[in-house]
């Protein structure tokens, strides 16, 4: 119906009852859930750069398939999270050149093959088991344009490890830290950098771990400033909020 | 001082005073962190320019008192968080420049008068009661040099106040969304706007509200990307990691 | 029954046979629920009109089968949720009429074919994943009478989608709105309506989810009036509400 | 800025530019964060008649006073939750009409003095002390046009009190049950009718009552049909919902 | 007073002054509670013998005192737990013979002075915290016709103690034990008796005691058979039940 | 046979072939749970008659049919819990009069066959699901001694079933209550009878049930006095209870 | 006192006063404790040194008064904690001697003025605010005859502060690690050190700190190996355990 | 290799190859951890003497089996917990000599065959259930050189079987409980012993047990004096934590 509008709108430019720039102004303010949302909306995927997102867990493999299809014959890139090798397999078919992170869990078409990425991004990560999460971070990191470094196994426990990288620390813009079990990590990260911490907790642990609380309240209540969190296992959410603060410094 | 020891150590050696293999073994166990550490802390001091920040409660109006003079006395900035009336007189005693934020309940003494402040930073608040902890976040966001704009009393219940200020969404370079009861808002912001958003959820709320547990689930849980969350109330952490981002823009 | 043997024994007051006294001691020790209980339960099934509701989840599909047929074999008409394809098949064998929602994981067989059913119940779901529970409030709502009108897939991430559909929700009588991870979308829809709404939280979700404990949460303290919440995944309840808050307009 | 387009739009009219009608076509479709989503939002006031409410917790007497004076300034009808009898002195200053439920700890000045109000709505409550929700919700009700009929002190564990006025119960049209402790009486409630039933747990109880999470849960699993739940001690949305769905009946 | 409607009624059938079929529809419309249910709860009271009791908690001095003056001007005994002093002097004016136990809170006035009691029921607790739980089951048992044995401070880390007095624990028909922190006490003492336990957590205790959750969660998850719960700090609970089992040994 | 030791000890001294210092020495160090505690526990298990029990879960079909041989070979009753038809084939082949409810998943064999039983302990459940705690809670007052009566599916949102059954309830002598979702029964039955009520909460229902945590706190916090409670699903721990209750009234 | 007992009965044995029969009933009947429980129990006292400990929270003025009295009276050391000045003020009063640690908030009487102590417990805090447990601990050591070190304000956010120490951490062979918020700090420390670690959550925090739940969260949930946790702000039982575990390596 | 560097530099200094001021920038920059933390770590592993642990738990065989074979290669011994069956088919292939504890799930290989092991570690368990949790705690405490007596089955609701084992557990240096359900027994043994106890809570039990969260909050509320908590079902960490204390009375 709100075309009928457009269009009786046009009828007037055309009748010269309205000048263009007065019309050009009436679209501008057409009620936005037709044009103006939309619009924002639209801006949104320009600007981000960012591909649809298949949250694969609880689909099956031939829901995946075929919104993968939908997605990739419209020419955008894919990102599909929480994939199993099933899914793999059956996105390869519509698309051989999707590439898989065994590790991470995630199915990637790219738009551009050739994009370098843009450096700022550092994840570190706890212990081993905190590694698909962490992959999923970087993957999607990765599908927003940047080229996130990796410094993985790093706990607190073992705290040379992680200061004999400081430079790697230092250097980044925005880092992403990976933890499960106490979830200590992103505080001692946090008391040695002075860029954003984005702290994910994952559900690693067992016992009073109950599922990753302990994580992620060890995260929310850190006692280094400047760390943000997101939900457990939300390597996804940690990897796009990473890629929007890095793309500010760009 | 370390940086003394070690010079006269190397003059010693210099001299032939000191054999190379007991240098070695007095390097050794020199305190590393005389070496290192320190030097990290010292760069993070000088890099985030940040004021030393006193968390009043629990605290008495005598301890805030003198922790504030000896900051003032040592030329830094102040930045005093949950602070009641009483320490502001207390302070202001010390310091007659000591301004008070009676909603946000911060005592801020700055080191230039005339600090401008860098835009980009935009605080959403979803309720008059979320006030207090949103005025933390603005006070701690302007004494690390930026000027925050607000946007107060937008909850998801009246949609059209926040839409019609959707221009300052669009145009902040990080938004902090402060809400407490359900915490919806920020997601419905997440949903609009493509720059970082921290989320606050406050203990505003009663009941099933569990002293503003019901608003970190939900905001943890967010289905808009690009959320990150602090602990509830912690206004000064999200105005902390704000300033952290918005600076990388600069 | 109880009626005729209480009119026997007034039969025998009025003929003398039993001395008053005597019918007075039998009138206090008849099952009191005969006079009184059972016809309100009566009055209840006559005027809801709502079929035997089947829950066949931690059943096997021959007790399903075996309950179904004795309902059906009363005349009743058939409602049961949370129903396998397995479960659908066997009951196909008693009633080859019985339909199958596999999305809402429910099988009905309607009493009249031919049911137009009453319009004014709007269902809402926030995501794809919420679609089960939908429409499982469907179906109930179906089977009691009504027409609901869906309106799917409008999460609060992407308001626009809700809003451009902003007629349907003004012309409902009663909606209900179906939402998992953050459960924030009853309060949008809340606050853009003026007629009752039922917030059903969904299981979707993971990590700080908590099995649909944010959405409960979410839901309970909501900043909208006139919004009531049911249990998890329950949208049977939602549907039997919200007929007969439908029925109340009618 | 919307201002000088429907500025403009007008200059049009006057001019013979655009027709009335089309100009009325326009103004329709013309951005609803300014003409619509207010539209919206002002037949939403329209249609519930509803005052503004003051929720009064944490608000200091001085705060209560000042809102309610622009309120019955503006000429709307008053509603505070959750006030002292202070408050109260102080709003009765404003308005020595204001009328004060002690019980209910709510302020209210109605619009008009003889509203008979509409019947249909029934408030059955488990112990005396739950009666301050109760009244909480009764006062809401009233002040959006009902006469909301009470039925106090009919807890489950003396089942004679509520039987013997099922009359009252099967005369309703809708329900508000309010209960603390286990929360058990909306379950005995909703098996005896067949209207909505709007259940409102309370923090009344204590050790693993844990502030009416007890009775919470216990309503939000009511294996009653029919029962929808608000958050603890809700009275106000409780007694909320019941008008919208009284309505309904009108 | 029903059972004279219902004698005119059958006398009216009998003398052929109403028809069968009237007298019918009068019979169903009876309130039925009035011929069943108030006997039960009539004949409950009788047989119980048990005083009205007032929870005083968050009542008023002025309250408790009124309801006192009700209660035993209506010639029944009196118990009223978690009184305060000033309770209990208001209480005394009325009643002089009014008796306060300091530790359990309870203020009383027996129907019969010289009532012995029955034995049977032990009261065990663990630590000197315990005490107010425990006295006031204790009052409680004693008011409902009990002379209850005290075996006071017998915690699980002084083993010795309770051991020697084993004859106690033996001779005894139904034992109360009451137990905060790890509320281990109930299990150990249910390992050496053959009679029902009832098991009181309270909640005394800090840090992970939460108010008394852990002790209840010990006691539900009891090794010991033969123990039952009741909920924190209900020492009015436990009494009542002991008095009951008690009672079907006389 | 420490009895003989003990004998030969005074045989000792009354012959003086061992000082009475030394004498009292070795009695020091006597094992004293040899003396007294053993003792305790034989008396025990004579006095309650009670079978030992097998808690059938996580354990494997083989670890079942060993223990019940070493039971059998014993000559003592069989009562195994949980468990599954396999493990009833497995212990059938070593007693072919092993009895298997597979309502209750218990196995049984008893002492002796032609035991008639005590009446007195009725069992009452709330729904179909609830009937597998409600029949383990029966085979165990069963294995006791006792002749259990049953009344089920009498849950409250029918309220009708449960009070045409009112003789039964109160000619019981303690009553087990089991109830899952918001576990009201209990209050119900509470509220109608006066001898003591165990409750059982079952892990019956979904979402915010929590597994069965809705119904325990419901039953703990229940408004009906001389309830008391065991853990989730423990129908054996309720069964166990109402046999020792029910054997003073003997 | 039973020993005296027994040494008669061996008397009457062994002059032949008394049957052996009789005499070996007359043992079984010995309440056995005497013999063997209280000894052990003394054993303890004797080995540990341990003074009586008075818990002051939640108890008067005047009963921590009387209660050290009586310990006083007996030639005991004492420890109070939990005492607040006014406590320390009337136990000055008995004995002039007593010491008040106003930040561990413990009153102390030592049995010898001149007790050295023993080195080897090192005292860990992260923050100012948990101070008070970290004396309360140090205090307790102290009367179990250690002079413990301490090492404060050493959070994980600032790891230099704690590395700098790390000559006073391998020293150690118990170390107490206080830490409030995230409780991340004795992580940390235990992958530093080889000895056992004491991990105390302190309450301090705010929001999703929940009282010291997500601090004892992160310790149990340690990727440190060799630690172990007490109660949240539990200082007196990691002094007590701490000084059990030193007392074996003297 | 750093220590090479070093030298080379000091060296220089000392031939004069290099100015004092240029030695002095170069060693502020070299990364302190070579200098300090690996030897701390490499101190650590020297004297704690402990094998590489592999946490099987949510590994592959294949996994496994490879970090066995590096650890192996190496040359250090092994310990793998939540070790399945064929997990350590897998490794035997590797090291035929490998051990498999069956009941704690624990492969090891250990460095000599024939140490003997120091005693003083007492592992005591409540239920049969318990065992696999401390057979992992005695297969850890082997590993660090120690040879753990057992205890097992001596759960409170039988305390004779506890008390009649006094003698080992006063004879203990350090003793590990295990138990689950309500966690009580780690209080009573506790009470008995005067050396440190570590108490470590298993997920057995059912219903309101949580998971093992009522044994958790027992053991961490204990009344006991001296002891100290790991995580749920943590064998490995209390075996690890007993040695680390046993070793100090060595």
Redesign the interface.
Known sequence: M?IE?LK??LE?VKGG??AVD?AL??LR??????L???K??H??QL??G?PE?IFC??KTVEQVKQISERILAAGHPLLATRATPEMYKAVKEVQPAARYNELGRTITVSRSEEDAGVSGILIVS??T?DLPVAEEAAETALMMGNQPERLYDV??????RL??N?EKL?NA??IIVVAG????LP??V???????V?AV?T????????????????????????????????G???G??AA???R??A
């Open positions: 709100e509008k009786i709108l007037q009852e309205i007065d102004q009436s303010i057409l009620p936005f859930e037709d103006g949302f939309s924002i909306d801006h949104r600007r981000t960012f997102v867990q609880g706890a212990g088991s706990g607190v426990a073992g705290l040379h200061i004999s400081h230092l813009r925005v079990m106490e979830g200590a505080s001692v946090g008391g040695l950098v002075d860029c954003p984005i907790p559900s690693i642990g067992y016992g009073a771990s109950f599922g990753g609380l302990a994580a992620l309240l060890g995260m929310l209540n850190s006692c280094a400033s400047g760390v943000t969190v997101v939900n457990i296992d939300n996804f959410g940690a796009y909020s929007l603060i890095n500010l410094s």
